[in-house]
């Protein structure tokens, strides 16, 4: 039997996502606290705490359901050249935030964030993580790239968030890039993350733009389904 027809297959592939987004949070974790230049960092813990529970919950939501959702996630793909552009300057972004929110809460840049703040981002990280879970539960082809998975049979995701926009995902991981440097305590570091969601919103345009053009069925659920991010605006 060959490893794609392996029932267990899936699930070796989910457990390598599990085991990456792991080392992930361990690396966030530690740009967070070096940068910060201590390891008692309550904010920088609590930013790192809610990625554990977005793998964890992640893990539990999608698992039982797509065990290959995961496994195409963990596996590499080739990219398209401005997908490739775009999750790049996205990953420095996040990095700079990061590294520049530690560097703020060392050496004091800027005001002093409200906490009753930091707790709200803290709450709007938390819903837009749940919305991306969510949106992975209800669309088994959510990869992480940009591509149309034709050896997959790809078709339209209509269930769950997508009833109400198209790309839901794209909302709740903007809500993130936007409520993390909140979480950090950090005015410093917030335009990176209104940046990081910018970027988004173009990836979100593009990857619109390449569903109608390739996806069968793609399409018709667009003429239903108007909004690609906010109802009543875009």
Do not use: K
């Not at 309550?42 to 893990?59: C, D, E, K, P, R």
């Amino acid at each position: 039997m060959s490893a794609s027809a392996d029932p267990a297959h899936p699930r070796r592939g989910a457990f390598r996502w599990v085991i990456r987004e792991t080392l992930g949070v361990l690396l966030v974790a530690v740009i967070l606290m070096v940068s910060a230049g201590r390891w008692g960092w309550g904010a920088g813990w609590g930013l790192t705490a809610i990625y554990a529970v977005w793998v964890a919950g992640t893990a539990v939501l999608i698992m039982p359901v797509h065990p290959e959702l995961l496994a195409e996630r963990a596996t590499r793909r080739p990219v398209r050249a401005w997908d490739r552009a775009i999750l790049g300057l996205v990953g420095l972004l996040t990095t700079g935030a990061y590294v520049l929110a530690g560097l703020d809460a060392r050496n004091g840049w800027g005001p002093d964030m409200p906490v009753a703040l930091q707790w709200a981002g803290g709450a709007a990280a938390l819903a837009g993580y749940l919305l991306v879970a969510l949106s992975m539960r209800a669309n088994p082809f959510f990869s992480s790239v940009a591509r149309i998975q034709t050896e997959r049979g790809q078709s339209v995701a209509t269930d769950g968030p997508y009833r109400v926009v198209r790309h839901p995902g794209y909302v709740g991981a903007a809500t993130f890039g936007v409520a993390a440097p909140v979480v950090l305590g950090s005015w410093v570091a917030l335009p990176l993350g209104f940046l990081t969601a910018a970027l988004l919103v173009i990836r979100t345009a593009l990857e619109d733009r390449m569903l109608l053009e390739e996806l069968t069925g793609y399409a018709a659920y667009a003429t239903r389904v108007r909004w690609r991010l906010v109802p009543g605006f875009w």
